[in-house]
C-alpha cells in the first residue's frame, strides 16, 4: 500500500454534511443463511463499489456464520488484525485478519489498515451465543477506501451496520468523503421516502405533511424512464428494467431525489 495516496488525510465515521451520503431506507436486513449479497455503490455513480456478504457453511462440529465485505476492483475496505479472543478450539480456519467496526466521530484514515484482501468482517460460530455483542462489540462503521481507476487516490468512507447477530446483520447507510453535487442531495428522511428499495413491481412514496402528485423517475444517465402520478401512495414500476433510477418529486418548489434499486 505504499504508493497509495490518500485524497484527504481523514474521514468521520457517521460524517455525512456534504459529502455523498446515501441512506438505505428502510434499512435491509442481510439474513443468515442465505449467501446474500448486497452491492454497494458509495459514490453513486452506478457501480457497486463494495457488496455485503452473509454466507454459511456446516462442519461436522459446528456451524460456521461469517459476514464478509468484499471490495471491487481496487478498493479497499479497514481490517485489523485476528483478536486474540477468538480460540474457539475448532477454528483452524486461519483467520488472518479480522474487520474493524468504528464508533461514531472515529477518524479513518491509513491507520486503519487497509487491504485489498477479501476480509471477514464478522466471523463466529452459532454454540458462542453473544459472541459479537459480548466479546467484540465494535461500532457500526466499517472503514472503507474507495480507489476509482486510474487514481492512486483513496478515498474515505464509510458503511454502516448494525443488529449483528445470528440471523442477520442490518445496512443502514454508508458515506465517502466526495463534495455532494447538488445532482446527489439527498432529501431528509421526513420530507420523502419510498420502498421497499430494492423494489419489484409497486413503489411506495411517502411524503410527510406535503402533497406530491406527480413523479419522475430517471436513469443514472438522466434519461426520464417514467412520468407518472401517485395512486394510493403507490407507483407502478413493473415496466423498469432492473437496475438503479432516481426518483424526483417537487414537494414546495424543491426537487428531492432518493436513489431506487430495481430488482426481479
Ligand atoms: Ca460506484
Ligand atoms: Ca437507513
Redesign the pocket.
Known amino acids: 500500500m505504499g504508493s497509495l495516496t490518500a485524497q484527504q488525510n481523514y474521514f468521520i465515521a457517521g460524517d455525512t454534511s456534504g459529502v455523498l451520503y446515501f441512506?438505505?431506507?428502510?434499512?435491509t436486513t442481510l439474513e443468515i443463511p442465505g449467501a446474500y449479497t448486497y452491492g454497494i455503490d458509495i459514490d453513486l455513480n452506478g457501480t457497486d463499489d463494495f457488496a455485503i456478504e452473509t454466507n454459511y457453511s456446516q462442519s461436522p462440529s459446528h456451524t460456521n456464520y461469517s459476514i464478509k465485505v468484499l471490495p471491487y476492483g481496487s478498493n479497499m475496505v479497514g481490517y485489523s488484525y485476528l483478536a486474540p479472543w477468538v480460540t474457539y478450539s475448532g477454528d483452524t480456519t486461519g483467520y488472518s485478519h479480522m474487520g474493524i467496526g468504528l464508533g461514531y466521530g472515529a477518524i479513518i484514515n491509513e491507520d486503519r489498515l487497509f487491504t485489498d484482501e477479501t476480509v471477514i468482517l464478522i466471523g463466529y460460530f452459532d454454540n458462542i451465543i453473544g459472541f459479537f455483542g459480548h466479546n467484540w462489540n465494535p461500532g457500526p462503521f466499517i472503514p472503507v477506501c474507495l480507489i476509482n481507476e486510474g487514481s492512486p487516490d483513496c478515498i474515505y468512507g464509510w458503511i454502516k451496520v448494525y443488529n449483528v447477530s445470528s440471523s442477520g446483520i442490518t445496512l443502514?447507510?454508508y458515506a465517502v468523503d466526495i463534495p455532494a453535487t447538488t445532482a446527489y442531495v439527498l432529501p431528509k428522511l421526513k420530507d420523502f421516502n419510498i420502498y421497499p428499495n430494492p423494489a419489484r413491481e409497486r413503489l411506495n412514496i411517502i411524503t410527510e405533511e406535503s402533497i406530491v402528485d406527480e413523479i419522475v423517475i430517471y436513469s443514472l444517465t438522466g434519461r426520464k424512464v417514467m412520468h407518472t402520478r401517485l395512486e394510493n401512495s403507490t407507483i407502478n414500476i413493473s415496466e423498469l428494467q432492473p437496475g438503479i433510477y432516481f426518483v424526483e418529486v417537487t414537494i414546495e418548489n424543491t426537487l428531492l431525489r432518493q436513489k431506487l434499486l430495481v430488482q426481479r
Open positions: 441512506d438505505i431506507n428502510p434499512d443502514d447507510s
